[in-house]
């Protein structure tokens, strides 16, 4: 082949490349883009508007508005086939109102069972839009509790059907709520607060076996207790305390995810309202002795010996507390006041006034302290600047008796009569039930007549 016509080799390939569309095609490439990009742009737009409804009703509900609420929640339901949230807002809102006559007669709705089939269908399209929804599963624990209570309510009770003892088994509805929660459990396994929504259900049934195994997994997945509603602070009954503490000790090793020094100080706390001092202490101790910063735990178990009147060890511990200088102010706050009182116990003024001032510095606007220092000063016969503690005490927490109680004490020390009648009146028109502050203000106006100082 010769150099001419290898040159004129033509390839169609590069050509077809380089040609450019129709304009009719090109047209109709802008308008699809056009179109789709408006599209976009619509739903967009149309999500952000159902976003905002969603959101105005689950705030106005919260905030005690559910009146208000309840367009909102409508529309953001009605606006959109692909979410969950709203229809489960609803559904809330449904379950909250099936007690709220007000609500129902606000909106003409003539009984709560329309509320229970709103609540029903809310939950279900739910479940329909996501299938795994723990919230879903959970409410519908809690309509079908509500449903139960509307059943009885409008039914007719036998007394002598009840009977004394929890019931011998599950009945229809029982096994509606169990399942629903365990639903949900099985969704959010390390949720605790199904668990013991579960055990709330099975203690309000007489299930008392059943309800202790749930509250005691909540705990075991969150073993902070100061998250379970249902552990009372004072009197905690024998059975949960002892599944809790169980629970507590089973977490030390299923749930490595939350430090183990918290756990034992929550065993500490357990043992404290179980009132245990003695076990409260060696779990705080145990707490101290794992801890990276173990000045916070030494702060407790310092407050726990002073609590026991243990001043010595209480002193030692809370010396040991502060030296690191990384406790938090409120729990400083604290130490110091704690070891002002010991102090203030051993008659060493001049180290409680000091403590009390690093105290005071601290928390300017702590009542308790300018109480305690009031209660120096007076020890002292410093009883000017008792005085003006005692009013900082006053100012600063008005309802405080035992600050009238001490200052009323005072004026009566120091023959200043009349400012203790004031005092001795305003608190019986505080607490005008309490007869200890009547009979005071009786005897302070014999006092004073008398011929008591004014």
Known sequence: MSEGKVGRLEFPGVGAVASRPAPAVRWTVTVLVLIVALSAGA?????????????????????????????HLQAAVRGTLLYARPCIDLGDMAVWAIDDGVFQRYYGIDDAWSLAKLAFLSYAEALRRQPGSAKAWA???????????????????????IGEGA??????EDRL??????????????????????GD??????????ALHSYARAVEIMPDLSWHYYLPR?????DLYAATSEALQRALESNPGFPKDRIWQNMGDLAERGRNPDAAAEYYQRAAAIAADPSPYLQILGALYFTEKRYDEAEKVLQQALERGTLQP????????????????RGDYAAALEQLQRARWLNPSSAYVALDL???????KMYEKAEIEYQAALRLDPTRASAYSELINLYRKTRQITKAISLAQRLVEMFPENQIFKDQLTALRRELGRGGTG
């Open 330 to 345: 409120r729990m400083k706050t604290l130490a110091h006041t704690l070891l002002g009182r010991a102090a203030m116990i």
């Open 43 to 71: 739903a967009l737009v149309h999500r952000s508007a159902i976003f905002v409804e969603g959101t105005t009703g689950v705030s106005l509900y919260n905030s005690g508005e559910p009146g208000l609420a309840y367009p």
């Open 177 to 198: 709520v169990i399942e629903a929660y365990r639903r949900a459990v099985r969704s959010e396994p390390n949720n605790y607060f199904y668990h013991a929504y579960l």
């Open 201 to 210: 259900f099975f203690d309000e049934r007489g299930f008392r076996t059943e």
């Open 167 to 172: 019931p011998p088994a599950y009945d229809e």
């Open 139 to 161: 409410g519908m624990g809690e309509l079908f509790k509500k449903v139960r209570t509307l059943r009885i309510k409008e039914g007719v009770l036998e007394l002598d059907a």
């Open 374 to 380: 009031a209660r120096v000063y007076e020890a002292q």
């Open 234 to 238: 004072v009197n905690v009954p024998e």
